[in-house]
């Protein structure tokens, strides 16, 4: 379905929602393009498997997760980074889906983001249980791009606070099909997932995927 089609089934305020400044939820934006994302993210993971990565400080985090773009993230015993080579097999991670590209550049310029285009993206899967405790995301050297999220599968409760640890973090149930642009005075904002709760979903059956789209290199010292 067109998205402007999807935009005049929906008042204008629930399509649109602004978290915080900077933070925007388009509600249901992925929902139609979910097969093609689903059969691509199959074909990612055929070609770099699903893994569990180990955290700098010793813990095995509980969602699994492959990377396609250039550029992906890991993290191991020596910390958090972004490399050309999948550590698992030692070849490039796949290349990025067409409809990723697409998606994440459509999501950007719609929360007013012009000209994203992600080296990388990152899939973590969620089965029963596993959540993602409050973090930041700074391991990117350009700050100035957003980040875009799309929810695929079952519904979660996302976590969203501030720079600062210590403020108390907003809850917002994230469902099939919603994605989040992540920018601006949002893009350092402390952030996690709570326990994913059981469910079954028509498509994904019982688990969420989440998908982040980042640019991690330095755009300035690019060129
Ligand atoms: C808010 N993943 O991989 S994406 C992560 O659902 C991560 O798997 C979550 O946080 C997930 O690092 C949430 C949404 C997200 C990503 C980056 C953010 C939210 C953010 C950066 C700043 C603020
Ligand atoms: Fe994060």
């Excluded at 890991?74 to 990025?96: C, E, F, I, K």
């Excluded at 000209?115 to 990117?140: M, R, V, W």
């Excluded at 875009?148 to 469902?175: C, E, H, I, M, W």
Aim: aromatic letters at 8%.
């Amino acid at each position: 379905m067109p998205q402007d089609l999807f935009d005049a089934a929906l008042p204008p305020e629930a399509a649109h929602q602004q978290l915080a400044p900077g933070a925007v939820l388009l509600h249901g934006f992925a929902r139609d393009m979910d097969a093609a994302l689903l059969q691509a993210i199959e074909a990612v993971i055929t070609q770099a498997p699903l893994r569990h990565m180990q955290t700098p400080g010793g813990y095995t985090m509980s969602v699994a997760t492959t990377n396609c773009g250039s550029l992906g993230w890991v993290s191991d015993s020596h910390g958090y980074r972004y490399a050309v080579l999948d550590p698992q097999n030692g070849t490039p991670w796949p290349a990025m889906p067409a409809c990723f590209l697409d998606l994440a550049g459509r999501a950007a310029a719609k929360a007013g983001y012009d000209h994203f285009a992600p080296e990388s993206c990152l899939i973590n899967t969620y089965l029963p249980g596993a959540k993602l405790s409050l973090h930041q995301d700074k391991d990117e050297k350009d700050l100035s791009a957003p980040i875009v999220s799309v929810s695929l599968g079952l519904p979660a409760v996302f976590l969203f606070g501030t720079p600062n640890r210590k403020d108390r973090a907003q809850r917002y149930r994230l469902v099939h099909g919603d994605v989040v642009v992540w920018g601006g005075p949002s893009r350092l904002a402390f952030h996690g997932v709570m326990p994913l709760a059981d469910g079954a979903h028509a498509l994904l059956g019982r688990r969420r995927i989440n998908l982040t789209f980042r640019s991690p290199l330095d755009k300035l010292a690019q060129s």
